[in-house]
């Protein structure tokens, strides 16, 4: 006969897999309890019970910090999948019964698409699945890569430069990159402007740390030429408003220009690439019905359009 704990623990496979998963995504036992609404020792016991049904160890305990070990890495592997598809059964079971009626769709995002990208995607999907709930993450780039890998959000819509190797995106739209000057600047009456141009007048930019900064500098390195910045800023909202003041000149993508700005915007498409935006997910991400409907609402053809490599990153996607 079982041990009565042993019997209680494989009857809560669920909970105790869930734990171990949550105790993964977040490298702590402790933040996977709180994630969870437990106990610390109730999430520890869980997976301690794992362990020893399986006879391995799971993690490596290093202080307060935990690292998945080898077999960890397989069980991880083969319980995500598990996790996921059981969290999402009342919105898999409502989505197979032909509508979305409940449910919550995360999504993570940067200022420019949370402001000029997403409200129109949002109030269209809004009006066909009503039930959905949107909980929108304001996040800089790398604080949304971390909410991703930890499953805290379905996905993230915006702009990637650089892809890491556990991420995919998917780039949907495109947008030409433009100089906006103020109305009565020298360069207003300027159809075309060359960075020589440019250069002579001091540029209004994003913080330094952010993707912007990053092209401005290489773009002009190519040209060896050298820019000069007046004043650093967060949010293209609050540059454009500089730039109608006249406190200089900026470099922005047009996904920002509504087109109600008292400013005057020139392509800059010979010298600076077009800046995507698309989705962003974890690779091997299980992509719940909402999920995926709102991707599609993006992109009608994005799954059929879908090559090998992109069709194994979504292999665990709900059809």
């Known amino acids: 006969m079982e041990e009565p704990s042993r019997h209680y623990y494989k009857h809560n496979r669920l909970q105790q897999l869930r734990g171990f998963c949550y105790a993964t995504q977040t490298g702590s036992i402790s933040k996977a309890a709180e994630r969870m609404a437990l106990s610390q020792p109730s999430v520890s016991l869980q997976i301690q019970a794992l362990e020893r049904e399986l006879d391995v160890v799971l993690f490596e305990r290093r202080g307060p910090k935990i690292k998945l070990t080898p077999e960890g890495h397989v069980l991880y592997e083969l319980a995500l999948p598990l996790v996921e598809g059981l969290e999402a059964l009342p919105e898999n079971f409502s989505a197979r019964r032909g509508s979305l009626e409940s449910g919550q769709l995360n999504i993570a995002a940067g200022e420019s698409t949370l402001l000029y990208l997403l409200p129109n995607l949002i109030r269209q999907f809004s009006a066909r699945h009503p039930g959905i709930h949107f909980n929108l993450h304001n996040v800089t780039g790398r604080d949304g890569m971390e909410m991703l890998r930890a499953d805290d959000v379905d996905l993230a819509v915006g702009s990637m430069l650089d892809v890491p190797d556990d991420i995919t995106y998917w780039p949907i739209y495109a947008y030409d990159p433009m100089l906006i000057t103020p109305l009565d600047h020298p360069l207003a009456a300027k159809e075309k402007v060359t960075l020589e141009e440019i250069s002579e007048y001091g540029l209004l930019l994003p913080p330094r740390h952010l993707s912007t900064w ?45 087109g109600d700005e008292r400013l005057h915007a020139i392509p ?17 991400k299980f992509l719940t019905p909402a999920a995926k409907r709102f991707i599609e609402m993006m992109d009608p053809d994005f799954f059929e359009r879908l090559g090998e490599e992109d069709s194994h990153a979504l292999a665990n996607t709900v059809e």
């Open 214 to 258: 990053r092209v401005v500098r290489m773009v002009f390195q190519q040209h060896n030429l050298e820019f000069k910045v007046t004043l650093e800023a967060g949010g293209w909202e609050v540059i454009k408003k500089y730039v109608e003041l006249g406190f200089g000149i900026s470099i922005v993508t047009s996904i920002c220009l509504t």
């Open 268 to 284: 800059l498409n010979d010298y600076f690439p077009q800046r995507t935006y698309g989705v962003v997910v974890r690779k091997g």
